[in-house]
């Protein structure tokens, strides 16, 4: 087995778009100055739902527009919390991550009856999506061809995203938010509708992460099996400055250490440096990144 | 007319917490009621199972060391102004090196054992002081860097205990370290109980916190630092230096945790049986629950113990699972934090006046 072929890139980038879209949920929180902790727990209530979906409408479709309600509903939950409660937003995103944890570990008894894991062979899981004449180039046909279609979405969003915050007006009031709350309601911004917009969309996002996670690659439900990713997309945020393109970079250098340490396995080395890495890059990076740091965290002073 | 006046006093800040715990329960009754399972036995047996007998009430106390001792660190950072994320990194790493030094150290148990200690709350302390200095010296928002060296810390452990430091004398190849001499065991306080010494150090640990911040200069300078760092610095207060302290004693009191719960009651460094269970988290939650009052974090933590080996005891006894547990905790914190934050943005404000700016 050779550590580094195209096996290696094309579970890279499958492995990608779970953290990517989570990654771009929490750089919208972050733009209208929410630090959102949630991501792990709205990943998880996506998962789940998916397939709880599935399982009752046996339609693919419907277990995503599911798991995408589900994770929206949990998002609101964060939002009225931190928004209209004024919660601290990193207290109430680690509160919601502990109850979707406890959920849907407890709605897996209730609902299906098992412990531990779901699983149905009865059940289908998201279709491949062979491009037609990009599957025929021999190396790159491999690599981009035949993913799920939430592989896609999660590269168009990063693209779409990019052109809403930079090429539009509501994009940039959605900055200006985040720049600075006060003087952005000063100029007659709603503040609080902005603010819940980018969190229902980060619960949109966060819903097809985790429909990826249980419908993608393998079709079932295990215990907390997001299992950091939503910590990983949060890492993934900050190193990409919550800039879109920028967390799309470090979302593929994030998948691409996954995808070598599960590789490193078969090697019998040890996985913990190659797992370690995203975080001490992320934190090498914020040496040189700090100013700009601030940036996109504006309006979180608990550390000063 | 002192007395009604002291006991508004005294209930006031009592209402939220109560009202929050009360949300919390009824949370988890509809939880409970969704499985079908009639919610007042539930609630009665959850309850057998925190205090229902004497054994049951030191498992809970068992349970509550670490989840005071990572509370009460956090608790101190959180008085300081900052927010300390990276109490479970800590822990592993006090635990880790608990074990290591009570391993490799030679010497009559006893030394071990202080060794041990010393040498947990030190890897503890100096791992939190290294988001400290990052923050006060590079400006690295010590909210992020705390949560990455989490990462670093946990995976370090385990490779630590995977690779060089791994117990090959059994023979199933587990992520631990090898036994610790048993003279160098915190001793149990009753005889067949897990509760262990760790929970007497805690509670010394709660009262030495209290007389410090209360009674102490360095103590006030905290608190002014935490509740108006300008009027501190204005006052001469070294920010850097209170900073830095209050972040190393807070990692060093997570650090002791890990070295309590792998001296008194695991007896080895396993890979994962301190994160698995989420002491660190759980401790967080004690100490926002107490709003970073260390006398408070003692209820709290026993408070969320219990009903963790509770829902343990609900699970053996009924149909509903245990992560009950963890959605009425959530739901308790959820509640609780919207007073935390009121607080915060008032002082946000004055921060503002002080400035003349946003």
Known sequence: ?304 | MMLPQRLHKLFTPLIQPLLAVLIGLLAGAIAISFVGEPVFETYKAMWEGAFGNFYFLTSTLARATPILLVGLGVALAFRAGVFNLGSEGQMVLGAVSAALAALCIPGPPVVKLLAAIVAGMLAGGLWALLAGWMESRFKVQLLISTLLLNYVAVLFASYLVAGPFQDKTGSAALAQTPMIDQGAWLPKLFPGMSVHMGFVIAIVCAVVLIVILKYTAPGYEVKMLGLNPFFAQYGGVNKVKLLLLSMFFSGALAGLAGSVEVLGSQYRYVDGALTAPGFAWTGMMAALLANSNPLGTVVTAILLAALETGAMGMERNTEVPLEVASVIQAVLILFISAKLTLKLVKFRRKEREVHGTV
């Open chain 1, 1 to 304: 087995m050779e550590l580094f072929d195209y096996s290696l890139f094309v579970s890279a980038i499958r492995m990608v778009s779970p953290i990517l879209l989570a990654a771009l949920g929490g750089a919208l929180c972050a733009r209208v100055g929410i630090f959102n902790v949630g991501l792990e727990g709205l990943i998880l209530a996506g998962a789940f739902s998916a397939i709880v979906g599935n399982h009752f409408t046996e339609n693919i479709f419907l277990a995503l527009l599911t798991a995408v309600a589900v994770s929206v509903l949990v998002s609101l939950l964060f939002g009225y919390a931190t928004i209209h409660l004024k919660s601290n937003p990193i207290v109430a995103g680690i509160a919601i991550n502990f109850l979707m944890l406890g959920l849907t570990t407890f709605a897996l008894r209730a609902i299906f009856d098992v412990k531990g894991a779901y699983y149905n062979k009865d059940m289908s899981g998201l279709p491949k999506v062979d491009i037609p004449f990009v599957e025929d180039i021999p190396v790159v046909g491999q690599l981009i061809s035949g993913h799920s279609p939430l592989v896609y979405t999660a590269f168009l969003a990063a693209i779409l995203l990019y052109v809403f915050f930079y090429r539009t007006v509501t994009g940039f009031r959605v900055l200006a938010v985040g720049k600075n709350e006060a003087a952005a309601r000063s100029l007659g911004l709603k503040v609080t509708t902005i603010q819940y917009g980018a969190i229902i969309m980060s619960g949109v996002l966060c819903g097809l992460a985790g429909a990826q996670l249980s419908l993608g690659q393998v079709t079932m439900f295990t215990e907390g099996m997001t299992a950091g990713r939503g910590f990983i997309a949060l890492v993934a945020m900050m190193l990409g400055q919550s800039h879109p393109i920028g967390i799309a970079g470090s979302s593929l250098l994030f998948g691409l250490m996954d995808a070598l340490s599960i590789r490193l396995q078969g090697f019998s080395m040890p996985t913990q440096f190659t797992a370690m890495l995203p975080y001490v890059i992320t934190i090498i990076a914020m040496f040189f990144l700090k100013d700009r740091g601030s940036d996109s965290l504006a309006g979180q002073h608990t550390s000063r």
